[in-house]
């Protein structure tokens, strides 16, 4: 199956290559090339992807475009890269004792302000 871009990416990179390629043309030596680039590209394809949109090939349907940004990405906690990192020998032993004190503390600070604004009362 061929790679797909949601309608205004798509519309985009063909608007980027239509202006880019109609410009070049000329420059090369091919005038008459450059018209047509420029015909078929803004008075062809981008209507039709406009028209169209996800009926037309590359174009992924808004269902899909939708789903794709509503999946959650897995997070993984800063400890939790320094852990892997060193597992795969790309931190020393000191750099990681280091960087983890420095990460604990950090998260020790985060939970005492998030503590701190539990405990204040609400303005109402």
């Not at 078929?40 to 475009?65: K, Y």
């Not at 280091?98 to 939970?111: P, S």
């Amino acid at each position: 199956m061929p790679p797909t871009l949601p309608k205004k990416k798509f519309a985009g990179v063909v608007a980027v290559l239509t202006f880019g390629l109609t410009a070049l043309f000329p420059i090369a030596g091919f005038p008459k090339l450059a018209a047509a680039t420029a015909i078929l590209g803004f008075l062809v394809v981008l209507p039709l992807v406009g028209i169209l949109g996800a009926d037309f090939p590359l174009v992924e349907s808004d269902a899909t475009s939708q789903a794709r940004s509503s999946e959650p990405e897995p997070t993984e906690s800063p400890i939790e890269r320094l852990r892997d990192r060193y597992a795969r020998g790309e931190v020393s032993d000191e750099e990681f004792e280091r960087r983890l004190e420095r990460l604990l503390e950090t998260e020790d600070l985060a939970a005492t302000v998030v503590d701190d604004r539990a405990a204040e009362p609400e303005l109402t």
